[in-house]
């Protein structure tokens, strides 16, 4: 779906669940939100939970759980607080109750990443978030995501 009808992920604080079963050694998108130039993905790479955040190629993060997900049905929770647009993101990342990274940045997209980029589940379609994947690409999630369900924090 366009970035313009999509949660706004990069720029409001927000609470996102995911239900999913996995095989060992995981891969592929969980949701990507923008492109190369400004964006942010959660993904599975070799079981491990990573989220990237991409200002406008400027800066980049990226936090990785430091053990893979085991094979099974797991709840992943990322909650993103951002005080205003613009002002530094803090991101925790959650696997089954329990925190499994964290990462803050110094500043956030104030507005919009991109005025053509999308906002993808289980696959990355535009422009690939992440250099890590970018041969890759798209990333396709090959287990089951059995519920997505975001909540913007008011």
């Known amino acids: 779906m366009p970035e313009f009808t999509a949660p706004s992920l ?3 604080s927000n609470h996102v669940t995911i ?3 996995v095989d060992e050694h995981a891969n592929g ?3 990507a939100l923008g492109g190369a130039a400004g964006s942010l993905t959660c993904y599975l790479d070799d079981g491990y939970l990573v989220f990237e955040y991409i ?3 400027i800066e980049r993060y990226i936090v990785r ?4 997900l085991a094979a099974g049905k797991h709840t992943i929770v ?3 607080i951002l005080e205003k647009p613009g002002a530094p993101l803090t991101v925790a990342m959650d696997v089954d109750g329990q925190n499994v990274a964290n990462i803050t940045t110094k500043r ?5 990443f991109s005025a053509s980029e999308t906002f993808d589940v289980g696959i990355d379609l535009g422009s690939p978030v992440s250099r890590d994947y970018f041969d890759r690409a798209p990333l396709e999630f090959t287990d089951d995501i ?4 975001v909540t913007l924090h008011k």
């Open 78 to 80: 990322i909650d993103t």
């Open 108 to 112: 956030s997209v104030p507005s919009a």
């Open 55 to 57: 200002l406008f190629i």
């Open 19 to 21: 239900e999913l079963e």
């Open 10 to 12: 990069g720029k409001k």
């Open 29 to 31: 998108v969980l949701y």
């Open 65 to 68: 759980s430091e053990i893979p």
């Open 146 to 149: 059995v519920t997505m369900n």
